[in-house]
């Protein structure tokens, strides 16, 4: 009964293919966000929905490209993948305002 | 300048010790204020949430706002082996989204 979930936990790449992360909550949350994680831990928003609309939009790559199929799932296609794109990617969801957000075990993405 | 600095540490304590972890934020529009946990390959979990300056305790753990010197502090009494992880500030505003800090490594030693 996980709240939020993500596959795959591990994602080993090469540069230049596209690959998709998944992320499923069932916690009956409104809104979902999409987080990097660098190899120093800052987390940066990328990408927030709410009830299937994107409502942040923060200035990533137009290589990246969410999409949500209903309000509890939001999938992150990344094409042409870089080596400055591995990171842990970070799925997340709240109901109560963006405050509570419950996370993911985390998508860790190596592009070799 | 960042909008939220923190140091990343490595902090280390005896167990036992009280343990200060702190956040420093330029933006003067943030108005809700938490700590997120995050242990070694697993995603943050929320440990604290304030919505105004002050105090707020919960166990072990206390939350301090200083919204006039644009301060907050993670407070950890009696601290034990399994605080062992990554502290995280967060702060928002009426923007919808969190600004992070860096993160505080912390190991607490048996």
């Known amino acids: 009964d996980t709240a939020v979930s993500q596959t795959p936990k591990y994602l080993v790449t090469q540069m230049g293919n596209d690959k998709s992360i998944k992320c499923e909550q069932n916690l009956g949350h409104d809104t979902m966000y999409w987080y990097k994680q660098d190899s120093k831990k800052f987390l940066k928003i990328m990408f927030s929905y709410n009830n299937k609309e994107l409502i942040i939009n923060e200035t990533v790559p137009n290589r990246f490209s969410p999409k949500s199929p209903d309000k509890a799932h939001l999938n992150l296609h990344i094409n042409s993948l870089e080596l400055g794109d591995s990171a842990v990617y970070f799925c997340?969801?709240?109901?109560?305002?963006?405050?509570?957000?419950?996370f993911g075990p985390g998508t860790r993405l190596t592009v070799t | 300048q960042k909008e939220v600095e923190q140091d990343p540490g490595p902090l280390s304590v005896p167990e036992g010790a009280i343990v200060s972890l702190n956040c420093t934020y330029s933006n003067s529009a943030f108005q809700y204020f938490m700590w997120y946990r995050q242990y070694s390959r697993k995603g943050p979990e929320l440990l604290m949430y304030t919505y105004s300056s002050g105090n707020k305790e919960d166990g072990r753990f206390t939350a301090q706002v200083d919204k006039s010197s644009k301060y907050i502090s993670l407070f950890i009494r009696d601290s034990q082996p399994s605080d062992s992880a990554t502290y995280l500030c967060?702060?928002?505003?009426?923007?919808?989204?969190?600004?992070f800090g860096q993160g505080t490594t912390l190991q607490v030693k048996p």
């Open positions: 997340a969801s709240s109901q109560d305002g963006p405050g509570f957000q419950y």
């Open positions: 967060a702060m928002g505003g009426n923007t919808g989204k969190l600004i």
